[in-house]
Every structure is written in structure tokens, then in C-alpha cells.
């Protein structure tokens, strides 16, 4: 079966499970496709009881698809790119401290609270598991996933100041929690002793800045080249080239692609960039563009989400550890953005309730399960892969359901 096939096979599934979707069960379309692939596998299991044949079949697909390096080094920085085009620029100005806050010290923070709480619950557990460890998962679900985010969150509802706060955020913690991911990863890898902080911050800071710098130049290069010319056709390929050669680019010199397109996609999308480098005809075209992609990366994701159910150990004690990770990284969660919130609620006019909402509607997905995939089995990669599905499947079920009643009921009572 080669990848032509492959990729028919699951662009199919996604078309049809989007049908599904539409046409019975009226989700938004990223719970939608993840609950109804859930489904099939499990009634796929259910009937490899009789016939194996779809089971294999699904199992063949599945473990011939490298999803860490399908999601992360490809799909993340179209996602990205096309979401950050479609971010309100303004506002996001507006909300930039409290957004690089939330992205920076909120992933440390929770980090270091998620491993530690973790250490000692797995401890009581029964399951011996090293410290660096329980950090390293604290990275890799520390990030809130902007593709859930920004799927659902426009069907919530959510006042515009606050929507910006978790999408700005959702957007820029991607890159850093990938980042402090790796650094964390070498950590656990080469041992405390073969490391220096040097090492660590030059890590972080190539990563970092690199990344956004590049960001910089990829979108004036973009800026430049369609402002020179008034043709929609060749403007849109100006703008698939960009991601491309980018995210190239970002891998080859070790740079963060993801916040190099998030960089990238504010400033095309800029209301200045528009009206300046795009005529009517062309931006309608960008927008459509990229709305498609955005729907057909979405959709595919989401599939394989619910798909990767067939890599999993299935363990008692693994699926309870993942029960009880559910409520202490909420609670990380919570915690992590405290400080932050109680400093700028006053400067900015926080909606009420915010720390809530920001809590909810901080949605795990795919960039999560990816870098639970890139563990070693030294890192225990069966246990926190099974710990990070179950909350990815509660976070984008149950949380992505119920964010935009919660939106209402908080608008509703009026908190302060």
C-alpha cells in the first residue's frame, strides 16, 4: 500500500466522516470527526472478533503514518500560518504582554507543576518513573493545541479580548512548549551532567528568536513580492511558497518552524499588509485559500487523532494514571495563569472569569499525542502516550462541548 493510497484512503474517511457530521450529529467538525473515528475504531474492534480483515487494514495505515513527524514537521506550520492569518491583529496587540506571558513563564510554570504532582501520583500508583520524566509529559501537555482551539472557540461565543487571549496564546505556546520539550527531551537523554545551562539557553534562544526572526522575514518577503504585482493567482502561490520554503528553511538551521509561521501569518494578515499589498480580489482569494487548507489539514488531523487509539497499550493502571492526569492538569493550568491574570486584569479590563474560561478552553490535541509518539521507551513512551490520549479525548469531547456554554453562563451571570 503506498502513501497515494494511503492518503485516498484517510482524505476519504475524513469526507465521509464529515458527512456524518453535518449531516446527523452537528458538531463542530473537529468533535465531530474525532468522536465518530472513536467510534468506527471500536466497532472496528468489535468486529475483528469475527474478521480481522478492517482491522489490519486500519492498523497497516496507522503504523505506516509517522504522525509526530506528519504533524509537526508538516501539518503544524500550514495550521499555524493560516491561523494566525486569520487573527485579529489589533487586538492582538492590545492583549501582547498578557499573550507572551501566558505562552512563556504559563508553559514553565505548568511544566514544573504537572511533573511534580504527577512524580508523586504515579509514586502511589505503583509505577516507579524518574522525575525528568514526569517533566518531560509536563511539557509535552502543557500547550494548549491552537488547532482545536481555533476550531471551536468560533462557535463559543467568547467576547472578542478574551478570544484573542486564548488563541494569541494557543498560537505562541505551541513553538515554546515544543522547544522546552527538546531542551527536556536532551536533558532526559544525555543526563544532568553532560548538560550546561549555556547549552540549554543557546538551545532555547536559537529555537526562540530564530524562529520569530525568520518569521519576520518570510512575511516581508511575502509582503514585498505581492505588493509588487496585482495578480490573485500568483499572490496565493507567493503565500504557499512562503510556508514552504520557511518551514524548510526553519528545519535545516534548527529553528522553530511553528512560531516562525505564526510570525509569518500576523503579518500578512495584518489590516496594514492587506490594504497595502492586496487588492479586494486577491485577499478574498488568500482568505479562501487558506480557510480550505486550514478545513482539510483540520479534518485529516482530527481522523488520525481518533485512528491512533490502535497504537495504544491498554493498561489498567495507565488508563487510571490518564483519569487522574485529567484534573491535576487543569488544575496546573488554573494555577499557572494566576499570576499573570491578577497582574494584567486591571491594565486591560479582563472579562470576568477569565482564569476560567482560559482553563476550559485551554484545549489539548494533536501536538501533545505527537510528542508523546517521540518518547523512547526509556521515557516510559507506552505509559504517557495512553495517559495523553485520555486527556486529549476528554479535553476536545467534553471541554471542547461545553466551553461555549460556559462562555454563556459567565456572560449570563455578569461575575466580577
Not at 8 to 34: D, E, H
Not at 112 to 117: A, K, R, Y
Not at 126 to 155: E, M, N, R
Not at 272 to 282: D, F, N
Request: charged letters at 15%.
Amino acid at each position: 500500500m503506498d502513501y497515494f493510497l494511503i492518503t485516498t484512503i484517510l482524505v476519504s474517511f475524513s469526507a465521509f466522516f464529515g458527512y456524518l457530521n453535518v449531516r446527523f450529529l452537528k458538531l463542530p467538525n473537529t468533535i465531530g470527526l474525532m468522536l465518530i473515528t472513536i467510534l468506527f475504531t471500536l466497532g472496528v474492534f468489535a468486529l475483528s472478533y469475527f474478521d480481522s480483515t478492517l482491522l489490519n487494514a486500519e492498523r497497516y495505515i496507522i503504523t505506516h503514518i509517522d504522525f509526530k513527524t506528519v504533524l509537526l514537521d508538516i501539518m503544524l506550520s500550514f495550521l499555524l500560518f493560516a491561523g494566525a492569518l486569520h487573527t485579529n491583529f489589533e487586538q492582538l496587540r492590545v492583549q501582547r504582554w498578557p499573550v507572551l506571558i501566558f505562552s512563556t513563564f504559563g508553559v514553565l510554570i505548568s511544566t514544573f507543576l504537572v511533573g511534580t504532582v504527577m512524580y508523586y501520583v504515579l509514586q502511589l500508583l505503583g509505577l516507579q518513573i524518574g522525575y525528568i520524566y514526569c517533566l518531560l509529559f509536563g511539557a509535552l501537555i502543557s500547550p494548549t493545541d491552537p488547532i482545536a482551539v481555533l476550531g471551536i472557540l468560533k462557535k463559543a461565543g467568547a467576547p472578542k479580548k478574551l478570544e484573542t487571549k486564548i488563541v494569541g496564546e494557543s498560537l505562541f505556546n505551541d513553538g515554546v512548549g515544543v522547544v522546552v520539550f527538546l531542551t527536556i527531551f536532551q536533558i532526559a537523554s544525555f543526563g544532568t551532567e553532560n548538560i550546561e545551562v549555556l547549552e540549554i539557553v543557546k538551545l532555547f534562544g536559537q529555537e526562540v528568536i530564530g524562529g520569530i526572526g525568520l518569521g519576520i522575514i518570510v512575511g516581508w518577503i511575502i509582503y514585498r513580492l505581492m505588493k509588487s504585482i496585482d495578480d490573485y493567482d500568483i499572490e496565493v502561490i507567493i503565500t504557499l511558497a512562503g510556508v514552504m520554503l520557511g518551514t524548510a528553511v526553519a528545519h535545516k538551521f534548527h529553528l522553530s518552524a511553528p512560531l516562525a509561521m505564526v510570525t509569518a501569518g500576523l503579518i500578512v494578515g495584518n489590516d496594514t499588509v492587506r490594504g497595502t499589498a492586496m487588492s479586494e480580489v486577491t485577499e478574498n482569494y488568500v482568505d479562501k485559500f487558506w480557510e480550505l487548507i486550514d478545513i482539510l489539514l483540520n479534518t485529516l488531523l482530527f481522523v488520525l487523532i481518533g485512528m491512533e487509539m490502535l497504537v495504544l497499550a491498554i493498561d489498567g493502571q495507565y488508563i487510571v494514571a490518564g483519569l487522574l492526569a485529567i484534573p491535576i492538569v487543569l488544575a496546573c493550568r488554573y494555577l499557572s495563569l494566576l499570576g499573570p491574570i491578577n497582574f494584567f486584569k486591571k491594565r486591560l479590563n479582563f472579562v470576568p472569569k477569565t482564569n476560567l474560561i482560559m482553563t476550559w478552553g485551554g484545549l489539548r490535541g494533536g501536538i501533545s499525542i505527537a510528542l508523546a509518539l517521540g518518547l523512547s521507551d526509556e521515557m516510559h513512551r507506552e505509559l504517557f502516550l495512553v495517559i495523553t490520549y485520555v486527556i486529549v479525548v476528554f479535553s476536545i469531547l467534553v471541554q471542547g462541548l461545553t466551553i461555549g456554554k460556559l462562555v454563556k453562563w459567565v456572560q449570563k451571570k455578569g461575575f466580577q
